[in-house]
């Protein structure tokens, strides 16, 4: 089972950017399927991008409207989201999470369970 750190969330002023990691702590990630994912306050949590093991293949959801990106470094056995002209509707807890295929990253459905996340807060 591969195990994910989230990091990089904080406080950024709507139109501004950010980029998330999200790192692996032992195994590679060379052939597993990541997706992001976030919980807005109130909300259910939704998924935002899948990225194939070899970074070949993405997948953005509607959520994040052409502003996001995904891709990974699998030397560094990191996956990162950067995320520009953010809104305040993007505050969230913000998560990866590996899927064990690209079909299953797309409906959401994970290996494992989920992380501690990383807090985003658009605010000015």
């Known amino acids: 089972q591969v195990h994910l750190v989230e990091s990089g969330g904080g406080l950024v002023q709507p139109g501004g950017s950010l980029t998330l990691s999200c790192t692996a702590s032992?195994?590679?990630?060379?052939?597993?399927?990541i997706g992001w994912f976030r919980r807005a306050p109130g909300k259910e949590r939704e998924g935002l991008s899948c990225?194939?093991?070899?970074?070949?293949?993405?997948y953005y959801h509607t959520p994040t409207k052409g502003r996001f990106t995904t891709s990974r470094d699998n030397a560094k056995k990191t996956v990162y989201l950067q995320m520009k002209s953010l809104e305040p509707e993007d505050t969230a807890v913000y998560y990866c999470a590996p899927s064990r295929d690209f079909l299953n990253c797309l409906r959401g459905r994970i290996s494992g369970s989920w992380g501690q996340g990383t807090q985003v807060t658009v605010s000015s």
């Open positions: 032992e195994v590679t990630l060379d052939p597993v399927d």
């Open positions: 990225i194939s093991g070899n970074g070949n293949k993405t």
